[in-house]
């Protein structure tokens, strides 16, 4: 085979909700709230771990600073997303990258998913699976009707071309 | 999968069939079996021993407690293959009832163990099409039936599962070497492929397993001291030379656990290919094991071997097959072949799949086309940074634990090892997309070739670290319901990872040729 090298996989074509930049920033908040209290409040309570608590609470607190500082807006730059006429086609990540493909002649299930954080927001994550336990592509941060409708198309438009899913 | 038992279906006449009673027997003899050594040793050597006391009582419950529980199972467990599903119920206060359609039965294991052989019985255990982990009913199991019974079981899911009724686009089944399909043995066992078993893993595990067997029964009765004891006692005998001595222990030990294995797990092995176009695998010494599968379900072929079985020209084809449920790939039950020469493996794996996709490899007739040369680069420098680590530790200990820094010395030796084995590692690599097949190599220690169906791609995934960005490479991940589930080809030039997973989902839209501009918000 031979590939022009200037080939590229072309970007989908939607962004994401800009409501998902704070979605990303208060869930690592929330993260890092989560390590805060873990480490802190056992060294609070008992002085001969306190050392050991802080440490590494310190160490896994500086793993998770930058999805507070620098991935929300790394991420609202890489997600996009699209459904063509016969495929479902994403692109996530911040510090690396990862371009996701499923056929619809392969889809299995479709599902919007909002947890209390994605309500607060009023966003939705849909779901998309294949017959692999591999690749299943998430779009993060939708708006929430955009998340509906795309589910409601993609549901059609399965059934429109169902194949041989195994 | 489950379904409320007495829905109004005409199924509802047909009867019920039962477990044979003979399982409480088999369970209260297996019990058993593991007892009375363990008894016997203990009133023989130490009675005072807690260890051995502990492990006593715990066998003896087990004894009295397996087999009820057989029984309660024998009482409750009723099942009946209905022309459309195969229902098993189960379940004493709670009664749930698995209903697996039969056209999605895709593979029929029938297991005997010892015990239950010598009594007549055999386990059936089947596997669907569907994602293992999530349904419960994906790999429905049935211990304790008669073994007449679980082969006329088998041979009727066979038939009634529409085995036969390979999707249309598979097209009909032939033999790779073109004989009209009928019942026709593919392979018979060769005990010349006892030296692939013995230079394979079990050259490393096998000593340790071993040992750590004898170990165990030798402290289970109190008498773990005495082996410690002869083994310090040795070793202080022989001197220099023990170390010696030990290693040729370990190899000898590791060989014969490895011939061992083999000759018990392979005995009387017989591939078939049945009328319909299933393959049965039969084989076992103590434990009787048969397996079927569907050539309709294969979806592709692996071809793998570690470095010494290599070096004496042999290789392991596994078919990459959809429906093999979780316990059977735990049991190994699901096996088909044993690693062989590299020619007999390259025929049977073209032989399961009905395409001659290995000997065209073998051949020349599809060439792997090399990774860039950056993919070397990247190779060679993920071996140094190992190195690097390994480095990194031994200054640690020098700083912390006055470890010698001659220990650095290590380094050295290992700096060239560690270019061969990035170079190595690139030269490995290689890929090819032919006549709907995807080809993929890689691997330093255990290569490995992977051939897949493009038909059974459900999805693909290309992945790039910064590392690679700044080289201009990319893995490609081709997701599939079969086998291992994705299957990577590593460090592929990045245009030609975005062209592959474009040609591999049927999507060439996703693939354009220069840069695309990276922002253009549309609305949805």
């Known amino acids: 085979m031979t590939t022009p090298s200037s080939t590229v996989l072309r970007p989908p074509r939607h962004q994401v909700d800009p409501r998902a930049v704070r979605y990303w920033l208060v869930s690592g908040l929330i993260t890092l709230l989560a390590v805060a209290v873990v480490a802190v409040v056992p060294a609070l309570l008992w002085e001969p771990v306190r ?9 896994v607190g500086l793993l998770v600073l930058p999805r507070v500082v620098v991935a929300p807006w790394l991420r609202y730059r890489t997600h996009r997303w699209e459904a063509t006429e016969t495929a479902v086609y994403s692109r996530t990540g911040w510090w690396g990258r990862q371009w996701r493909i499923a056929p619809l002649s392969r889809v299995q299930t479709v599902e919007a998913r909002r947890n209390p954080l994605h309500q607060a927001f009023g966003l939705a994550a849909v779901s998309v699976t294949t ?9 993060q941060g939708l708006d929430a009707t955009v998340a509906d409708d795309l589910v409601a198309a993609l549901t ?11 | 999968m489950s379904v409320p ?17 003979r399982i409480v027997l088999a369970a ?66 709670v009664r749930t009832t698995h209903a697996v359609p039969l056209h999605r039965i895709r ?19 089947i596997g669907t099409g569907s994602n293992l982990m999530t349904d419960p009913g994906a790999g429905v199991s049935m211990a304790g039936l008669r073994a007449p019974i679980a082969a006329s079981l088998r041979s009727r899911l066979v038939q009634e599962s529409g085995f036969e009724d390979s999707p249309p686009e598979a097209g009909p089944w032939e033999p790779a070497d073109g004989r009209p399909p009928a019942d026709d043995t593919v392979i018979e066992l060769r005990w010349a492929w006892i030296v692939y078993a013995m230079s394979g893993v079990w050259l490393l595990v096998g000593a340790l397993s071993v040992g750590g067997t004898v170990f165990g029964m030798a402290s289970a009765v109190g008498r773990g001291d005495w082996l410690t004891g002869g083994l310090v006692a040795a070793w202080a005998a022989l001197g220099v030379f023990a170390a010696g001595v030990a290693l040729v222990v370990f190899l000898l030990v590791g060989t014969v656990a490895g011939a061992v294995t083999f000759a018990t797990g392979w005995w009387g092995y017989r591939l078939v290919a049945e009328t319909g176009g299933t393959f049965v695998a039969t084989r076992g010494l103590f434990t009787a094991r048969s397996f079927t599968a569907d050539r309709a379900r294969m979806r592709g072929v692996t071809l793998s071997g570690s470095p010494l079985v290599r070096l004496l020209g042999g290789a392991l084809a596994r078919p990459v097959m959809s429906g093999v449920s979780l316990r059977q790939a735990m049991n190994e039950s699901a096996t088909l072949l044993p690693t062989t020469t590299r020619a007999e493996a390259v025929r049977l794996g073209d032989t399961l799949l009905g395409t001659p996709v290995l000997q065209s490899l073998e051949d020349g007739d599809v060439r792997l086309l090399p990774h860039p040369p950056a993919a070397r680069r990247r190779a060679v420098a993920r071996w140094l940074l190992a190195d690097l680590v390994v480095a990194g530790l031994l200054v640690l200990g020098a700083v912390l634990w006055q470890w010698s820094l001659w220990l650095l010395a290590v380094l050295a030796v290992l700096l060239p090892v560690c270019v061969l084995a990035g170079r190595a ?3 490995s690599l290689g890929h090819a997309l032919v006549d709907e097949h995807l080809y993929l190599r890689r691997g330093v220690v255990i290569r490995r070739t992977d051939v897949i169906e493009v038909r059974g791609i459900s999805g693909a995934t290309v992945t790039q670290s910064p590392v690679q960005r700044w080289l201009g490479l990319a893995h490609l991940v081709a997701t599939t319901a079969a086998g291992e589930q994705a299957y990577r080809a590593a460090d592929v030039a990045v245009g030609d990872a975005a062209a592959l997973a474009a040609m591999i989902t049927a999507e060439p839209g996703v693939a354009s040729p220069g840069g695309a501009p990276e922002t253009g918000v549309l609305p949805v």
Do not use: C
């Open chain 1, 51 to 59: 050392p050991w608590f802080l440490g590494i609470g310190a160490v």
């Open chain 1, 131 to 139: 017959a692999s336990a591999q690749g299943a592509i998430v779009i």
């Open chain 1, 156 to 166: 059609t438009a399965t059934e429109r071309t169902r194949g041989d899913a195994t």
């Open chain 2, 5 to 21: 038992p007495g829905g109004a279906t005409p199924d509802d006449e047909m009867p019920w069939e039962r477990l044979d009673p």
């Open chain 2, 28 to 93: 209260f003899l297996g019990a058993l079996v593991r007892l009375v050594p363990a008894a016997v040793a203990w009133l023989v050597f130490d009675q005072d021993d807690t260890a051995a006391r502990a492990t006593v009582a715990a066998l003896a419950a087990i004894a009295l407690v397996h087999p009820a529980n057989e029984a309660l199972k024998f009482l409750k467990v009723r099942y009946r293959v209905t022309p459309s599903e195969l229902q098993v119920r189960k379940g004493l206060l």
């Open chain 2, 107 to 125: 593979t029929v294991d029938i297991t005997a163990p010892l015990v239950h052989r010598l009594l007549g019985l055999a386990v059936l255990t």
């Open chain 2, 425 to 427: 590692a690139y030269r």
